[in-house]
């Protein structure tokens, strides 16, 4: 399957760049400058029209702050995160919860489930109630449906996900210890039924040991494709 004239650039761990049909850009859980497996190219974004953030950890929001300073793109979040954001200095938030659409032009956000947690850590080790952990659902103008799933363990009302809005591709964790692994991982792929799965959230930090590999033997027999992406190459 391809993208129907979209494209999507893994940028290491959780972070995506989404180009849509018409070039609308959208960052999903920035983290650029230390991001291990981020290419040095893309410390820096140019022309970003929309930031999600799916929780408040340091390896999905890192570069959130500098991220909207460069490029005055608004910041979509849960509403604790929003409000920390503001505080920090991010001019144009947009707070919302699971189960709400915000709606760019022909492009609809909607939040949705994760199975994990999201306290922000405070400069001083303090830490900050941020909410609840989320996921996101991507319908593009030319209605291609991208899930990601941001950090999270399998739970059964993906079913829920897929009935909604049959994601096209799905965005999941599978490096374990912090997230699922292949073993579950595999299981949200049945409940998900995408085209398309893109592995994630693996091989940054050592405990992160799911691989992609592990993931395809899991789904040997079905009708998703595991596409594997190389961080900083376009996949259209
Ligand atoms: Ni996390
Ligand atoms: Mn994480």
Redesign the pocket.
Known sequence: MRLEGAAITWLGHATFVVDTPTNQRIVVDPWLKGNPRCPPAFHQLAQVDLILVS?G?F??MGSAVELAAATGAPVVSNFEIATYLQGQGVANTIGMNKGGTVTFGDIKVTMVHAD?SSGIIAEDGRVIYGGE?GGFVMTLENGLTLYHAG?TNVFSDMAVIRDLYAPDVALLPIGGH?TMSPKEASYAVRLLKPKIVVPMHYGTFDALTGNPEALRDLLVGEDTEVVTLEPGVRYE
């Open positions: 929780h950890h390896d999905h994990h952990a950090d912090f």
